[in-house]
């Protein structure tokens, strides 16, 4: 059950079919383009929709909004030293501004950069300083239903190979995702991670996690390696093999804005520092208020609960076994965050060109009014290069949704599977040059 109790609510919107049917022609059949205030249940990302708790409501109000040496930037930063032992903290408004001012500084023309898989703004920000965003995750992070434990761990031949190909100096860093948002919310076992940190360690190469999901991370490790430690104790062995960390709080840190960038080099955390009050702030602000600072500190004491993570991991767990019981192809096994809805394998009547993930997005909102996120050709296809998958993606806010809204998109998603021969495909009849998902616009194959 839930490890908490509801204090506060917010009513969410209930419409009829027809004003569905309304709002998914007036948007282009892109669910993007769809006002909150028409979506019953959004599953559109876990990235700043978590509730928080009376404890960091409360923690706002004790904001210091001094320009300099504000209180609230001192707890933070205790905070964050205590979980990852890194020396030097450098606050963001969010994540892709910690990997801007890591990139920009240490990422030159012709660059590579390995991570297991790089999140979508990671690797535009590696490319925008002229490198190359090389994915190394395991072979087996590409099988849709192989069930292994570490399914986002890195492997280490390919580093092997990128090292081998570019050498050691075209190699500024090497980046790890836990868990790897990319490849489905997979996590990384500790032994692999202490393998990428031998490997770095040898060749003289600095190490640094994209700790977005680093508490959930840490509790897959607990759980499917059996550890004793307590999750702190595990998320730090995780921390103690590298030299930093990126970091966007809207994820485990359980706020609605913020980030961070960690690192113990003294160098490059002093020319960091210079560029980010250029770009964001003073040092201890970093484009936040005090108060978000204060909520940050206090949003990564609960989200390294074990019984938070036990209910957090578990009920995308139970959702996700409750649509496999009802039929439902999904991706397996289901990661951290999300379940991922194979459209290919749903929708077999739908060619590929017809963007069968994108046409599930559409009947799930028409359906139910569930808005989820199509990770397929929509988003990936370029030149003529179609991705491998094509996913619906339920992304599950933190403390958001109870277990009977999570029935309902599981009915809805059974409904639909029941009657899928009836869903057509769509074709685009507007498109942006780049990250054309978020504006695209389309209508329905007769
Ligand atoms: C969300 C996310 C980011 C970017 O963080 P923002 O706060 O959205 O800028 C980077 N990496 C991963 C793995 C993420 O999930």
């Not at 707890?75 to 501004?97: A, L, M, N, S």
């Not at 997979?186 to 770095?200: K, T």
């Not at 009947?363 to 996913?391: H, K, N, S, T, V």
Request: hydrophobic content about 40%; aromatic content about 8%.
């Amino acid at each position: 059950m839930e490890p908490y109790r509801i204090k506060t609510v917010e009513s969410i919107p209930f419409t009829t079919r027809a004003e569905r049917e309304a709002a998914l022609l007036a948007s282009g059949y892109n669910v993007f383009s769809i006002p909150s205030d028409l979506i019953t249940i959004d599953l559109l990302t876990d990235s700043g929709t978590s509730a928080m708790s009376d404890r960091q409501w409360a923690a706002l109000m004790t904001g210091d909004e001094s320009y300099a040496g504000s209180r609230n930037y001192f707890r933070f930063e205790e905070t964050v030293r205590r979980i990852t032992g890194y020396d030097h903290i450098i606050p963001t408004h969010q994540g892709r501004v910690a990997e801007n001012l890591l990139f920009t500084t240490v990422v030159k023309e012709g660059d590579h950069v390995p991570n297991n898989i790089h999140f979508d703004t990671t690797q535009a920000n590696i490319e925008h300083n002229g490198g190359v965003a090389v994915n190394c995750v395991i072979d087996d992070a590409y099988d849709p239903v192989k069930e292994v434990p570490y399914k986002g761990n890195m492997d280490i031949t390919k580093l092997d190979k990128v090292l081998a190909d570019v050498g050691r100096d075209r190699i500024p860093l090497v980046l790890l995702t836990i868990t790897n948002n990319s490849g489905g919310g997979q996590p990384v076992g500790l032994d692999n991670a202490r393998e990428v940190s031998e490997w770095c360690r040898k060749h003289d190469i600095p190490f640094i996690y994209d700790a977005c999901r680093f508490a959930e991370n840490a509790y897959f490790n607990k759980v499917r390696s059996n550890l004793d430690q307590g999750i702190p104790e595990i998320a730090r062995a995780f921390f103690d093999l590298a030299d930093g960390c990126t970091m966007s709080a809207k994820k485990d840190a359980l706020v609605n804005m913020g980030g961070w960038l960690a690192l113990n080099d003294d160098e490059l955390s002093e020319k960091i520092t210079n560029m980010l009050i250029l770009i964001e702030g003073f040092p201890t602000y970093g484009g936040l208020a005090g108060r978000d600072l204060e909520a940050i500190a206090q949003g990564l004491e609960e989200v390294l609960e074990e019984r938070y993570l036990a209910h957090r991991v578990g009920q995308i767990q139970e959702f996700g076994r409750a649509l496999c019981d009802a039929g439902v192809p999904i991706v397996l096994p289901v990661g951290g965050h999300a379940v991922y809805i194979d459209a290919k394998r749903f929708l077999p009547h739908i060619p590929q060109e017809q963007f069968p993930a994108q046409a599930l997005t559409c009947a799930l909102y028409l359906e139910g009014g569930i808005r989820g996120c199509e990770i397929g050709g929509l988003m990936f296809a370029a030149d003529g290069q179609w991705p491998e998958l094509e996913l619906v993606r339920l992304a599950v806010p933190r403390r958001v949704y109870t277990k009977s809204h999570l029935d309902h998109v599981v009915d809805v998603c059974a409904k639909l599977y029941s009657e899928r021969e009836s869903i057509s495909g769509l074709r685009i009849t507007y498109e942006a040059p780049v990250l054309r998902h978020f504006t695209v616009r389309l209508e329905p194959v007769d």
